[in-house]
C-alpha cells in the first residue's frame, strides 16, 4: 500500500516565484496535514485538513502561504512570491480519524526539500 | 512554554551499547496520546509508537523499549544493542484531546559509530 506521496522532493527556485508542493495522501484518510521543518524552529504545524474541509490554518505564516484540497487524494501548498526565508523541508502527513483527533497516527511523506534563492 | 521537551541534542554511542532517548511533555489534559517518530538520513519521518495516557505498562519491540511515567511527565526511549542503522533524528510528539493539535520536540540526534 502506497505511503502519502509529496512531490516534488527537491525544489530549487528565486525569490518572488511561484512555488506549488504536492501532496496525495493516503487512500481512505481522512486527515492532512501540512508541516514546515528547520533549523531553528524545528517541525511546525502549518495547517490541517478534514474531509478536504482546512479546520485550522493559525500556524501558516502569512498570506502568502495558502493550502487547497479539492479532493480526497490531492492537496496543494502554494507560496506566492517566495522568499528566502520560505527554505525549509515541508512535510504532507495523512492520518484516519477515529474518535477524536488526538489519538491519531500521522503517516508522513519523505518531504519537499525547497530552496528560495 | 514548550509542550515537549527533549533535553539532549546530540548524543554519541558505540555500536552495541544501550542508549537512552528522553522526552518530558506538559498537559493539562487528563486525555493525551504520546508518540515517537524516526527520521533517519534519507529525511522521510517514520512512525515508533504511540501511548495514550491510561497505559502506563511500559512497551518493548525488538531492541526498542518505551518507558511512560506520568508521575515525572516521561516517556523515554530506549535502544538496546544499538546498531548504525538507528542513527537518526528522533522526536518525541505530543497530541492532547482538547485544542486537536500535535507537539514536535526538537529531536534528538543519535549517531552510532561503528
Known amino acids: 500500500d502506497a505511503g502519502v506521496i509529496q512531490s516534488p522532493r527537491h525544489e530549487v527556485t528565486e525569490m518572488g516565484q511561484e512555488v506549488t508542493l504536492r501532496c496525495k495522501p493516503i487512500?481512505?484518510?481522512?486527515?492532512l496535514f501540512w508541516y514546515r521543518q528547520t533549523m531553528m524552529r524545528g517541525l511546525e504545524l502549518l495547517i490541517y485538513f478534514n474531509n478536504n474541509v482546512p479546520i485550522d490554518d493559525s500556524g501558516m505564516p502569512e498570506d502568502r502561504f495558502s493550502a487547497k484540497m479539492p479532493n480526497a487524494s490531492f492537496s496543494t501548498l502554494k507560496i506566492q512570491p517566495s522568499e528566502p526565508r520560505d527554505s525549509a523541508v515541508y512535510f504532507c502527513?495523512?492520518?484516519f480519524g477515529r474518535g477524536t483527533l488526538a489519538k491519531n497516527i500521522q503517516y508522513f511523506g519523505a518531504g519537499t526539500r525547497l530552496s528560495v534563492l | 512554554a514548550q509542550k515537549v521537551t527533549q533535553a539532549q541534542t546530540e548524543i554519541s554511542v558505540v555500536e552495541k551499547e544501550d542508549v537512552t532517548l528522553d522526552c518530558v511533555y506538559e498537559?493539562?489534559?487528563?486525555?493525551?496520546?504520546l508518540f515517537w517518530y524516526k527520521q533517519p538520513p534519507s529525511g522521510e519521518l517514520v512512525f515508533l509508537i504511540r501511548?495514550?495516557?491510561?497505559?502506563?505498562q511500559n512497551e518493548i519491540s525488538g531492541r526498542y523499549s518505551w518507558n511512560f511515567q506520568k508521575s515525572t511527565s516521561s516517556f523515554n526511549f530506549t535502544i538496546t544493542a544499538s546498531q548504525v542503522v538507528d542513527s537518526a533524528v528522533y522526536f518525541c510528539a505530543l497530541s492532547e484531546d482538547t485544542g486537536n493539535q500535535f507537539y514536535f520536540g526538537t529531536g534528538t540526534s543519535l549517531t552510532v559509530i561503528p
Open positions: 487512500s481512505g484518510h481522512d486527515y
Open positions: 501511548r495514550n495516557s491510561f497505559d502506563e
Open positions: 502527513a495523512s492520518s
Open positions: 498537559t493539562r489534559d487528563t486525555t493525551y496520546y
